[in-house]
T-cell receptor
Framework: AQSVTQPDIHITVSEGASLELRCNYS??????LFWYVQSPGQGLQLLLK??????LVQGIKGFEAEFKRSQSSFNLRKPSVHWSDAAEYFC????????????FGPGTSLSVIP | DVKVTQSSRYLVKRTGEKVFLECVQD?????MFWYRQDPGLGLRLIYF???????EKGDIPEGYSVSREKKERFSLILESASTNQTSMYLC????????????FGSGTRLTVV
């Protein structure tokens, strides 16, 4: 069965510092992979996705993620964090079947110190 | 701007009431989903639909039902609301058979008293 783990429940970084959020997945084949961000009291917004091809994908708001098949990982990175990046971040894995079902990780809460 | 709209941001209902949560999308998406989000548990799939009048159970369907009479509208129904259904409910939609990502609504925070 598919699963997604995000080892860090909560991370605090200083504004301007670099950021890496970890994500590991379990899936029998190459999945679709996603990162979403959720601001307080809001729905989720798609940051980026891996579909196929280049393993380094660029997203919105200056985020990028790298798919590493050997490590079953899809870590999210940003070189310089802004205070507005404080939010909840969800990694997700999707099935290559009909219905477009997606499994979400438990989320990582990011705090940014000014 | 494409949108998924959930009819209420906040709802307070009494135990035993029948509750309807409405979700409308304007993107002509085939797939629609209902999740509930609880602290420490992440997002859990309640039901989804891949076509009009079609529905599939997700991971936690007990106590819920859904209706999709039109492509753009997907309703979640709590047949008899209970306090353990107090939660944030998120609706999402997507097109095709995968890989494009979901568009989410802003959520409905339901409190059952």
């Amino acid at each position: 069965a598919q699963s997604v783990t995000q080892p860090d429940i909560h991370i605090t970084v200083s504004e301007g510092a670099s950021l890496e959020l970890r994500c590991n997945y379990s899936y029998g084949a190459t999945p679709y992979l996603f990162w979403y961000v959720q601001s307080p009291g809001q729905g989720l917004q798609l940051l980026l996705k891996y579909f196929s091809g280049d393993t380094l994908v660029q997203g919105i708001k200056g985020f990028e993620a790298e798919f590493k098949r050997s490590q079953s990982s899809f870590n999210l990175r940003k070189p310089s964090v802004h205070w507005s990046d404080a939010a909840e971040y969800f990694c997700a894995v999707g099935e290559k079947t009909s219905y477009d079902k997606v499994i979400f990780g438990p989320g990582t809460s990011l705090s940014v110190i000014p | 701007d494409v949108k998924v709209t959930q009819s209420s941001r906040y709802l307070v209902k009494r135990t035993g009431e029948k509750v309807f949560l409405e979700c409308v999308q304007d993107m002509d998406h085939e797939n629609m989903f209902w999740y509930r989000q609880d602290p420490g548990l992440g997002l859990r799939l309640i039901y989804f639909s891949y076509d009009v009048k079609m529905k599939e159970k997700g991971d936690i369907p007990e106590g819920y039902s859904v209706s999709r009479e039109k492509k753009e509208r997907f309703s979640l129904i709590l047949e008899s609301a209970s306090t353990n259904q107090t939660s944030m409910y998120l609706c999402a939609s997507s097109s095709g058979t995968g890989g494009r990502g979901y568009t989410f609504g802003s959520g409905t925070r339901l409190t059952v008293v």
